[in-house]
C-alpha cells in the first residue's frame, strides 16, 4: 500500500465519522481527484462507505494482519514492562517471531504513549528497556487491559459463534421466561455468564467430561438457578450430574445476587486463600480490584473445579481459547501469570484452554466493573423481615438497571457507615451519614421511584461536575487563557492560539498553518463561538486555549464569535478531543451562556462558570 494510502487509511481510522474528498486532500495533502483514486483503492480491502456527506470507515474496520500487529506491540512492550533489567534485542525478536527493525519500530510508536506514564524506552547496545517507577509500570499495563476490553468482554454472538452445537436462543428463552416468573431482573452481564456457564456445561456434557465431586456451598433447593437447570435439562434432554446441577445452582445464584450472602461463601480453605493471593496479585501487578464478593463466588468455583480437573488430568476445551489470545493478548497474558501461580501452588500444569477460561473470568469482571464505573453505588439499610431485603433489591434493580448498582445491603446502621457508596436508601427510620440519605417505604412505590430518580439525577450530575472539573483543569491551564479586546479579528486569534501552543511545546511551527487551512474549508465558527482545530491529531500534547473578547472577533464574513476554544490534540488522544469538543459545544449553542462566560475575566472564573453551566 502507497504511503498516501497508509496515511489516509490512519486518517480515517483515528478520526471516525464522515468526511468529504476536499478535507481529506487537505489532511493528506492531495488532490481531491487522487484522494478519491486512492479510496477507490482502498474500499477492496476496507468497508469504506460513500454517501452525500463523504466518506466513512466502519468503526472496528482493520484487516485481520493489522489486528495481529497490533497485539504482537502489546506483547512486545508487556513483555519489556515486566522485565524491569532489559531484554536482548534479538532475544525479543525471536520469541515473537518478528525482525529487529520491527521491534525497534514497536518502540519508537510507543514512546509517546509511555512518556505520559513517566516511562521511557531506551536502547543501550542491543539491550532494550522501558525505565520507570514500578508504579507506573502498573498503570500502563492496566490502561493496556482496560483499552482491549472497551466494553463488553463477552455477548450472546460470541457464545453463539463458539458454541455451534449448543441451542444458545433456546438457553436465552429459557432464562428469560424464568426470570419473568420468579421476578428476577437479570442485567446483560448477569445474563452472558450464565448462558457462557450453561453452554460450557452442555459442551462438557457432549464430550462425556462430567463431574464427580461439587463444591462444597449451600444453596436453596427451591429458587430461580434450579428453576433454570432443570428447564435446561427438560428442554434439552440432558441430565447433568448432581455436581453439574449444584455448581451451575451456585453460578446463578451468584449472578443475581446482589446482596452480601455468606451462605454462598466457598467451604475450601486452600481455594479461599489462593483466592486472596491471585486478587492480591492483580491488584499489585495491574493495579485494578477484582476482590468482591461476586469475583470470589465465581471464580472461586472455577478455581476449585480447575485444580481437581488437572490433579486429575483432565482438562476442558475451549472454544474461546484461539480468539481471546488473538483480540485480548494482554489480558490472555495475566491469565498466563494466574496459571504460573496455579501450578506453582498445586503443581499442576495449566494448558491453554484453562488459561482462556481465566482471562475469560477476568475480561468478564473488569468489563462489568467499566459499565458500572458511572453508576450511582447505592447501600440499602432495612429490617430483614420476610426477606424483605431480597424483594426490594429485586425492585430497585427492575426500576434503576440503567443508572443505581445496589452495593450492599444491611439492617444494621454500623454496617453503613463501613461501606463505600453514593447514596444510603433506608427503609423506614433515616440516620446520619456523611453521603446523601432518602427514604422510602418498603413496597417502592411510584412515589419511591421519583425520590430515588431525583437522588440519581442529583448525584451523577454531582459525579459528572466532578470528573469535568479534574478534566477541564488538566486540558487547560491558566497561561493558556487570555482575555482582551485588542485580538479583533479571526487571523488575530490563531496567530495568538498557535504561537503560545508552539512556544509552551504543545505544537510544532507548522501549526498555525494546519489552523489556517482547517477554516479554508469551512469556519469553526457557530453561533458566538469558535473552536479552531487541525485536520489531523499532530500535536505533541493535548491542550486548550481559551480566548475571550467581550467586544467580539470577527470571524469571516458575517460572523462575529465573542469566545474561541483552541483545541490541540495529540495522536494517543483523538477520543479526547470529541470529549471536551462535544461538552463544551453542548454549552457554547446556548447564546445565554455565552453572555455569561464572556463577563469572566479570569482563568478560575471562567473554569467555574464552564462548569456550573454543563
Sequence with gaps: MGDKREELLHYLTTNPGWHT???????IDRSPRSVKSYLKDLQDQYPIESGNRGYYLAVGAVSEEEQELDNVNSLVINKLLSTPDGIDLYDLADEFYISESAVLNILRQARTQLAKYNLAAERNGDLLVIKGKESDRRHYISAMIYQEISGSFLNKSIIKDNFVGIDVELLDQILTETAEADSIYLNTFDKNNILLHLAIALEREK????????????????????????????????????????????????????????????????????????????????????GTLKFYNQFGIHLDRLVTRLKQGKTIHNPLASSIKKSSPTIYECAVLIGHLISDRYQVEVPDNELAFIAMHIGNALSEQIATENMVKAVVLTPNYQNQATTIVSQLNKHFSDVLLVAGVSSDPEDISQMSADLVICVGETIDWQGEVIEISPFVNFNDINVIQQACVRIRHRKLQDGITSELETFFKPEFFYYGRDLANRDAALEKIASCFTQA???????????????????????????????????????????????????????????????????????????????????????ENISQLIQCTTYDQFIDQLINLL
Excluded at 271 to 276: A, I, N, R, S
Design 21 to 27: 474528498a476536499k478535507e481529506l486532500a487537505v489532511a
Design 207 to 290: 464430550e462425556g467430561l462430567v463431574s464427580e465431586n461439587s463444591v462444597d456451598t449451600e444453596c436453596d433447593s427451591v429458587s430461580f438457578a434450579t428453576d433454570v437447570v432443570e428447564k435446561v435439562e427438560s428442554e434439552t434432554g440432558v441430565k447433568f450430574t448432581q455436581a453439574d446441577r449444584q455448581d451451575l445452582v451456585t453460578i446463578i445464584n451468584g449472578s443475581i445476587s446482589r446482596l452480601p450472602d455468606e451462605s454462598t461463601r466457598l467451604d475450601n480453605p486452600e481455594t479461599q486463600d489462593m483466592l486472596k493471593v491471585i486478587v492480591e496479585y492483580l491488584r499489585k501487578v495491574y493495579n485494578f480490584d477484582l
Design 505 to 591: 511545546g504543545v505544537t510544532d511551527a507548522s501549526y498555525l498553518t494546519k489552523l489556517k487551512q482547517r477554516e479554508e474549508l469551512s469556519s469553526t465558527a457557530f453561533g458566538k463561538v469558535a473552536i479552531p482545530h487541525s485536520f489531523n491529531m499532530v500535536a505533541l500534547k493535548s491542550r486548550g486555549y481559551i480566548l475571550v473578547n467581550p467586544t467580539g472577533i470577527e470571524w469571516g464574513q458575517n460572523a462575529k464569535v465573542y469566545v474561541v476554544i483552541g483545541l490541540a490534540i495529540d495522536p494517543q488522544n483523538t477520543s479526547l478531543f470529541r470529549e471536551v469538543f462535544d461538552k463544551i459545544s453542548e454549552v457554547m449553542v446556548d447564546e
